[in-house]
């Protein structure tokens, strides 16, 4: 048999990195409650073509990232690669966008088919945000204040915002014929991937991380130079606003984002502190998606945040509590076994905080030292014969060097509470 291992790029999170996680989505949580969103979630499987519609045939998602396949009745289905089709696709289903405002949220794994590296998987997390009904930038702005807060709360630094315009369909259009030219005349400087997306898709070559593209990308005509009235005027509202929220960002004009049904206001965050995979966030307006969907137009915009790499930046050692058990209740004897199972019931009834480890599988005093010692418990409770038949615990503390005592059983949950405080 091969050795057993995960499937590339997915990655188990054990048990001494999920307080980290739950941490963060603790976090998350509470922000998003502050701004009204509200928790949507979504299967993880939709059909293939949802996603070939919604993020285009040209991208790199849908043309080499996705997991596909057929299932038994032979219909294709894919692994989701990101949040918003899926979130779109069921406002669409039960009728949440007719004439309503939405502010919604998901949080979970995404799949796509990556070379895995540092900061890149093939399963990861991202939290989705996404607004619906609302068409001026302020919302725009208040997503972005939104991510500012969170990076704040996290005490995240060195992150920065650029932000650009993609503009409506139709200017967007017409920059894409100045590009095609800009590009055609350059033949000989792209590299392959670029050839092909000047035949299918020009603006994605700006979004090209190779770095023998980047002075020809950075020569390339300014998308901000063709933008319609609307949409320029979006622009400027939402940069006013965000100046007046004293917000920081860089215009970048070459910000086109990897999927396509994004237009007017597109956006990213990173850091110098992650290396390569430099972005944490990303986000844009899709005023068009929904009508492309056959439903009534809804203009909408929302952000993703990838988890793990937003991980990777928080001061985990200073902000998230260890977690450890308070109390690690020793049990001496078989004959006393029963009884110690429900003293510690007792304890969880009288005083649900506390965290109390029974040593479940027997072993001498000696070696449940041991083990209580390795727990990380602040307070050893000891039940042996003796205690039993006087009703009663030694108490030992273990982190410090307060003498044993004797306590009644009926003083437990006194005597906890005040020893730990709690
Ligand atoms: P990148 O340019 O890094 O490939 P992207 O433009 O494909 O990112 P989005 O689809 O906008 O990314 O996803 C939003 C965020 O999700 C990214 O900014 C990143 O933090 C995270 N993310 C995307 N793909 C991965 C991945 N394969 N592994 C880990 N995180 C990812
Ligand atoms: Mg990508």
């Known amino acids: 048999m091969t050795k057993l291992q995960a499937v590339r790029g997915m990655h188990d999170i054990l048990m001494h990195e999920t307080p980290n996680w739950e941490f963060l989505e603790k976090s998350i949580r509470s922000i998003l ?17 949802l996603f070939k519609h919604a993020i285009g045939d040209n991208t790199d998602i849908v043309s080499k990232e996705m997991y596909s396949f057929e299932d ?17 696709r069921a406002g669409i289903e039960h009728g949440l966008f007719y004439n309503q405002i939405q502010r919604l949220w998901y949080m979970g794994p995404m799949f796509r088919y990556e070379k895995p590296q540092k ?9 989705g945000v996404e607004a619906f009904g609302l068409s001026g930038p302020d919302i ?18 060195n992150i920065n915002l650029q932000i650009n315009s993609l503009g409506t369909p139709e200017s967007r259009l017409n920059y894409r014929n100045i590009l095609v030219d800009y590009f055609s005349s350059n033949r000989n400087d792209l590299d392959e991937d670029s050839l092909v997306r000047l035949e299918k898709n020009p603006l994605r070559i700006l979004d090209s991380k190779n770095p023998d593209m980047k002075s020809l990308i950075k020569n390339a005509p300014n998308i901000n130079e063709y933008l319609d009235i609307e ?16 917000i920081k960002y860089n215009i970048n004009s070459k910000l086109v984002r990897g999927l396509d049904y994004y237009g007017k206001t597109v956006y990213e965050w990173t850091t110098r502190d992650l290396g390569a995979q430099n972005t944490v966030c990303a986000g844009g307006r899709y005023d068009d998606l929904i009508e492309n969907h056959g439903s009534p137009p809804t203009p909408a915009i929302g952000f993703a945040i990838g988890i793990e790499r937003l991980l990777e930046l928080i001061d985990l050692e200073n902000l998230v509590a260890k977690d450890m058990p308070h109390v690690y209740l020793l049990i001496a004897g078989d004959e006393v076994r029963k009884f110690g199972l429900l003293l510690a019931e007792e304890v969880r009834n009288q005083l649900p905080n506390v965290k109390i480890l029974t040593n479940c599988g027997g072993g001498s005093l000696k070696n449940q030292f041991k083990k209580a010692d390795k ?3 602040e ?13 009663q615990l030694t108490v030992k503390y273990l982190r410090d060097e307060k003498p044993q005592v004797t306590i009644k059983y009926s003083e437990i949950s006194n005597f906890l509470s005040k020893a730990l405080s709690i």
């Open 119 to 127: 900061g890149r998987q093939r399963q990861f997390h991202q939290l």
């Open 72 to 88: 038994k009745n032979k219909s294709s289905l894919t692994l989701r690669p990101e949040g918003t089709a899926s979130c779109v």
């Open 33 to 49: 409650n502050q701004y009204c969103y509200k928790e949507i979630r979504l299967p993880i499987l939709e059909k293939t073509e």
């Open 375 to 377: 727990s990380g418990a």
């Open 379 to 391: 307070i050893a409770l000891i039940l042996g014969e003796n205690e039993l038949e006087r009703k």
């Open 231 to 246: 949409s320029a005027a979006h622009f400027a509202e939402l940069r006013e606003l965000l100046d007046h929220a004293n």
């Open 140 to 157: 725009d702005a208040e997503q972005i204040m939104m991510c500012d807060r969170m990076w704040k709360q996290l005490k995240i630094k």
